[in-house]
């Protein structure tokens, strides 16, 4: 049902809308090695991130937070 899910749908359009003309500028400017470099940067943070939000939910599923 498209209904329930259209916000989700929506930003992630326009996110990417956004996204794909800047990722293309950079990686027009930047030389290879940097690109990668920030690529790894933002899937670690991210993934850190993730990572802290299940600990946390973890946590106060057993009682501790």
């Known amino acids: ?10 930003g992630l359009i326009i996110g990417g809308a956004i996204a794909a003309p800047l990722a293309g ?3 027009r400017i ?5 690109l990668m470099i920030l690529v790894a940067i933002v899937i670690s943070i991210l993934s850190v991130y ?11 599923a ?3 937070g």
């Open 50 to 60: 993730s990572l802290a939000r299940l600990a946390i939910a973890a946590a106060r």
């Open 30 to 34: 930047l030389a290879p090695r940097t």
């Open 1 to 10: 049902d498209f209904s329930a899910y259209w916000r989700v749908v929506l």
């Open 25 to 27: 500028y950079l990686s």
């Open 62 to 64: 057993m009682g501790v």
